[in-house]
């Protein structure tokens, strides 16, 4: 069976452009103008995955992203944003989007995109399980987070870096490195969705995510775990 993509932009020519590559790549497509379309959509329809586009008519898409977060929502989402649309990136990412594509965007770079969060978010647990580290322990099988034994929720993304981070800990793993594992491919803008993710991951794990003591940047190189 297809996998089913919701696209989510009111402006009809990019959602058509949207609809034509995911259609050229094999999945079937659902199409909403609003966010009240998307919601009857997602309820009705259970996508694999959508696309939303962040300046919508009734309600922001970063909202609509932000409240399905909160209503413990794990679909994944892709925004597409405007290239100048740095802050909106960065926001989109924290209230909890898996990656974005810039308009215009290349519908190589989209698909890749769509079939990479996927991939990641289709993974089945590794038998392997909890890495510990300082007040920190996390479990691979059950994909969860402690620290002092109390759960901290991660989006998909942190939890994927962090868990590459704690397969080989101690060891540096370079920016495309650790890029390629966890997104599937190298694209523009991606060394830069790393270092916010990271920086996520500092403020949710470290005592002083201003200076980590587990989450280690390599200057010119990577990133490690350091495992006290």
Same mark, same amino acid.
């Given at each position: 069976?297809?996998?089913?993509?919701?696209?989510?932009?009111?402006?009809?020519?990019?959602?058509?452009?949207?609809?034509?590559?995911?259609?050229?790549?094999?999945?079937?497509?659902?199409?909403?103008?609003?966010?009240?379309?998307?919601?009857?959509?997602?309820?009705?329809?259970?996508?694999?995955?959508?696309?939303?586009?962040?300046?919508?008519?009734?309600?922001?898409?970063?909202?609509?992203?932000?409240?399905?977060?909160?209503?413990?929502?794990?679909?994944?989402?892709?925004?597409?944003?405007?290239?100048?649309?740095?802050?909106?990136?960065?926001?989109?990412?924290?209230?909890?989007?898996?990656?974005?594509?810039?308009?215009?965007?290349?519908?190589?770079?989209?698909?890749?995109?769509?079939?990479?969060?996927?991939?990641?978010?289709?993974?089945?647990?590794?038998?392997?399980?909890?890495?510990?580290?300082?007040?920190?322990?996390?479990?691979?099988?059950?994909?969860?987070?402690?620290?002092?034994?109390? =759960?901290? /929720?991660?989006?998909? +993304?942190?939890?994927? $870096?962090?868990?590459? %981070? &704690?397969? @080989?800990?101690?060891?540096?793993?370079?920016?495309?490195?650790?890029?390629?594992?966890?997104?599937?491919?190298?694209?523009?803008?991606?060394?830069?969705?790393?270092?916010?993710?990271?920086?996520?991951?500092?403020?949710?794990?470290?005592?002083?995510?201003? =200076?980590? /003591?587990?989450?280690? +940047?390599?200057?010119? $190189?990577?990133?490690? %775990? &350091?495992? @006290?």
């Amino acid at each position: 069976m297809k996998k089913k993509i919701l696209i989510v932009e009111d402006e009809r020519v990019v959602r058509r452009a949207v609809s034509l590559a995911c259609e050229g790549a094999g999945y079937a497509v659902l199409e909403a103008a609003t966010v009240a379309q998307a919601l009857q959509r997602i309820g009705s329809e259970t996508p694999h995955l959508m696309i939303l586009d962040l300046r919508l008519p009734d309600l922001s898409g970063l909202e609509l992203c932000r409240q399905l977060r909160q209503q413990g929502s794990r679909l994944p989402i892709i925004m597409l944003t405007a290239k100048t649309d740095e802050v909106d990136k960065i926001i989109g990412l924290e209230v909890g989007a898996d990656d974005y594509v810039t308009k215009p965007f290349s519908p190589r770079e989209l698909v890749a995109r769509i079939g990479a969060v996927l991939r990641r978010t289709e993974q089945a647990p590794s038998e392997c399980d909890v890495v510990v580290f300082g007040p920190v322990a996390l479990s691979h099988s059950r994909r969860e987070v402690t620290v002092h034994g109390r =759960s901290v /929720h991660l989006t998909r +993304t942190e939890f994927e $870096i962090l868990s590459q %981070l &704690a397969r @080989q800990p101690g060891r540096v793993l370079w920016r495309n490195e650790l890029v390629n594992l966890v997104w599937g491919y190298e694209g523009e803008g991606s060394s830069r969705l790393l270092d916010v993710h990271i920086r996520r991951l500092r403020e949710k794990l470290e005592e002083d995510a201003s =200076s980590p /003591h587990y989450i280690l +940047t390599v200057r010119d $190189i990577g990133y490690k %775990l &350091a495992i @006290q």
